[in-house]
């Protein structure tokens, strides 16, 4: 990371958030600083309150980075938001603290954003745990989408245009695309295309900030671009772990009532009570229909009632997705 005086604004800011995941927000930062090296950037670290010692950490073994507190957790896009308050570049490359940045990816994405100024946020490829690509190049949540997420029938059709739609599944995932949305776990952002609208609506405590941003960006004329050649190893939900008394999903640990609540506000925000009541609709009665066929199966059937009790309380807590409930869910 090239050092320049604080009176000059560097290029990139880069911002990690972090939420009580102190010994891989280590591993990520140290990872991080080394991938910026030769590159004109200010590192910000955002600690969301956490009570694991985070704050502590950064500020003995890595000096040389800013550190923002917040007061509160804030959620990711309030988070990341607050770190975008304290920063100076012209392009903003957010990292969660559990993704891992590999040598290369800021350069080459930098410079390709310099190269195609009608880009207004890019993403790369994401690689999980496993070594497995994960989707890193979406198309945006609908009522149908949802449907072929619930029922199963994108999973069991991967290659299917229709069916691995939501996911681009059939897409070859090494080929760059313009998309409709990209992940935020990493992701770099032009600061010009964020300026009149800003960075994430904060009604979204966690889920859907980045969708919704993106689709805001594509509104007033920016692309989304898809750029595999930009990797990143993303562990992911490893912050929600943290989280206690919470119900958390099978699949990626995401964590349910927040999950919804977000959905509700993204589709009430974006298309209206109709889409709402469909997404909400969808999913409950699907789960209606999985009681009904698990009859004998109580675990299931338990499994099933929990998930329409929680539909209904996001329904109630968002007011139909008109309202964010207070920070922090």
């Not at 950490?57 to 007061?71: C, D, G, N, S």
């Not at 699949?251 to 009570?273: C, E, I, P």
């Amino acid at each position: 990371m090239t050092k320049i005086p604080r009176s000059t604004p560097p290029q990139a800011s880069l911002i990690m958030l972090s939420f009580n995941t102190r010994e891989l927000l280590r591993r990520s930062l140290a990872q991080l600083i080394d991938a910026a090296k030769g590159i004109d950037a200010e590192i910000i670290v955002v600690d969301n309150a956490s009570h694991d010692g985070s704050a502590a950490m950064i500020e003995t073994e890595f000096p040389q980075v800013r550190l923002v507190k917040a007061p509160q957790n804030l959620g990711f896009a309030g988070g990341n938001n607050l770190g975008a308050r304290h920063a100076h570049g012209d392009y903003l490359v957010l990292v969660n603290s559990d993704a891992f940045v590999e040598a290369g990816t800021l350069a080459t994405g930098l410079a390709r954003m310099r190269q195609q100024p009608q880009v207004g946020l890019a993403g790369g490829l994401l690689i999980g745990k496993d070594g497995q690509p994960e989707p890193s190049a979406r198309r945006f949540p609908s009522p149908l989408n949802d449907l072929l997420s619930i029922t199963g029938l994108a999973a069991r059709f991967p290659g299917s245009r229709l069916f691995g739609r939501f996911d681009r599944t059939w897409a070859d995932p090494q080929q760059a695309a313009e998309v409709d949305w990209v992940p935020g776990a990493f992701c770099i952002i032009r600061r010009e295309a964020i300026k009149e609208n800003g960075l994430f609506d904060e009604r979204y405590f966690l889920y859907y900030e980045e969708v919704d941003l993106c689709r805001q960006l594509r509104k007033t004329g920016w692309t989304i671009a898809y750029w595999p050649d930009l990797k990143a190893v993303h562990w992911g939900g490893e912050s929600s772990k943290t989280v206690s008394g919470a119900n958390v999903s099978s699949h990626g640990r995401q964590l349910t009532l927040w999950r919804m609540r977000s959905g509700l506000l993204y589709y009430r925000h974006q298309h209206g009570l109709l889409y709402a009541w469909l997404a909400r609709t969808i999913e409950r009665t699907w789960h209606r229909l999985r009681q009904l066929r698990n009859r004998r199966h109580a675990d299931k059937r338990a499994e099933s009632a929990q998930i329409i009790a929680l539909l209904d309380r996001a329904w109630q807590d968002t007011r139909a997705g008109r309202v964010s409930p207070p920070r922090p869910w």
